[in-house]
């Protein structure tokens, strides 16, 4: 038996020695984040628990419309050991939809794209959507990202961009089984367009899910019939897209495991397809969803909840988590409380 255990240790050892999907985070950016350099903001616990995210608030700003704004994204992508290479990122398609390839709006998302890939060492860059709605009209946003790759980006400068990334949130398990399968055709467009872009297959996919989408009311797997196939409707999600993002919404590591395994983890694996775990860091409820700083003893937040509310309890959490399951977690988001300097347990990196 011994010499069994041996072997597993030596096999999980060098598993993990060669394991690329471990060893760097994703992350989503979205279009603000929290901001320590505006006036009354800095060191601000009443501003920074409030966590008033609203376009009128003071203490949010556009995570990417200056060169120092920039520069906190790219250093927070290259902080050692905690690198990033993958971010799913807001804001570039209202420009995009301009089709005026001179203009200031596409010439921002070009600088940025060459930056950014310039800058962060094997970085790719999805331009996240997020509108919602069941008929998915985040699908008709890709032909712009598809149009700025051909007519206007560079690839030799690292101008293109990589992915196209949709958080659609409105899935609904109490659907039936025709409603279920026509929101299925409609991310399927997401794909669809994603591959007019030559050659097929470069423009990347993906798609974020909740952990629970798959199941119905009494836990077992919603099946449906979609694309001339039977099967766990997760595992549709999973063959439609290149990449899917589980929305595990648990701070425990073990929790996270379940959650992960029970969306289909394995059927992933077998298929070559990269299944992420989010990590949600914004504030949330309830507040064990999330390793946002409640403030101690807030009504809203279990006592254990605290020993998973700063960044480096966090990343502790996310390191046992990967010891046992080898997914790519992607942080949500950027400066929310990630790199935000809005505290000092959850500081700018
Ligand atoms: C802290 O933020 C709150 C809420 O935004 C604001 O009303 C207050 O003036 C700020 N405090 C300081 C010292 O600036």
Known sequence: MWLIGVICTFVHLIATLISPISSSYAMYVWRNGWDPSISGCANNLTAFYAWDDTPSSPCFTHTWSTQEKRDWLWSTCNRPGREISQIFFYDTVTALSTRDCSSTGVQWVKSTMAEGHRKVQGL?????????????PEQSH???????????????????IDGVAVNNENWDVTWDSVRMARYLDNLNRIVINAHTQEPVGSLKTHFSVGWRWGKSGNGGDIVITWGGKSQPVMRHFIDIFDSIDVQVAFVTSDAMEDRLRGAEWDYAVQQGKSLLTTAYINKALPCQTTYFPFPINDLDCPAWAYDYKTESMMFQELDAFQSRIPSRVVLHHFRGAYSSGGIPDWPKH
Do not use: R
């Open 124 to 136: 790719k860059i999805y331009a996240l959507f997020s509108d919602g709605g069941e008929s998915v």
């Open 142 to 160: 890709v032909p712009h990202i598809v149009w700025y790759n051909t007519e206007c980006a560079n690839a030799a400068l690292g101008e293109q």
